[in-house]
């Protein structure tokens, strides 16, 4: 079954302004302080924040490159499954993330983020990452869009991510939120399933995180 990917326009579009490389003197602090920080940064040392667009990327080459949107696994299109983007050059979709207290504008380790991808596509559900019921022929339970914004609480928490560290200190994606203290939530990590479309899809798993790293979209204002 062949998959379809959709692209949409948004203001990564402009010219990359960005290296990939981080320089030397991209971070006024030791790579000690960095890896030991609370606070999530990208590629280039500086701190994420919300409000500014993302790419996804692999810490891990050679399976796929960044995130991006893709129909299901049995060819419904909408809402859209959260896929690797199979071209390992590929940055995949830019996205953003807004933690739970939306006053806090700098994204921190452990803290229940919402993540959605910027711009628009071809189907009417939101483009907030939601996680997936379980798929009756697979057993996974794969992240969509379609989530809720905001509004923390039992009704949404099924909205919520985390990014973490995992052994190593490279950064992991983690379902486990903690909006709803009356909620019987099991936490896991987030790994890449792939089906027989060849296609990985993001999905809850027992084994293999998907290691991740974060490259800003395009330049937009100074960072620390």
């Not at 960005?18 to 606070?39: F, L, R, V, W």
């Not at 483009?127 to 039992?154: C, H, Y």
């Not at 060849?198 to 290691?211: E, I, Q, S, W």
């Amino acid at each position: 079954m062949r998959n379809t990917y959709f692209f949409f326009l948004s203001a990564s579009s402009l010219p990359q302004l960005q290296s990939n490389i981080i320089s030397a003197d991209s971070s006024h602090e030791s790579i000690c302080d960095i890896t030991g920080s609370k606070s999530v940064r990208d590629i280039s040392g500086h701190k994420l924040r919300t409000g500014i667009d993302y790419y996804i990327l692999p810490v891990i080459r050679g399976k796929g490159g960044g995130l991006a949107l893709g129909s299901k696994l049995n060819g419904t299109q909408c809402p859209l499954d959260v896929v690797q983007d199979q071209p390992e050059i590929s940055d995949g979709l830019p996205l953003t993330f807004t933690p739970v207290d939306p006053k806090k504008k700098k994204i921190r380790i452990s803290t229940d983020l919402n993540i959605k991808f910027s711009g628009l596509t071809i189907c009417v559900q939101s483009m907030v990452w939601q996680l997936a019921d379980i798929d009756e022929s697979t057993g996974q339970r794969f992240i969509k869009t379609s989530g809720v914004e905001g509004n923390p609480g039992p009704e949404t928490v099924e909205n919520w991510f985390k990014i973490e560290r995992d052994g190593d200190g490279d950064y992991k994606l983690v379902f486990c939120p903690s909006v709803c203290t009356a909620c019987i939530v099991t936490c896991r990590d987030i790994g890449i399933y792939v089906g027989e479309d060849g296609v990985g899809r993001l999905a809850l798993t027992d084994g293999t995180a998907f290691k991740v790293m974060f490259k800003k979209a395009y330049s937009a204002v100074s960072e620390d």
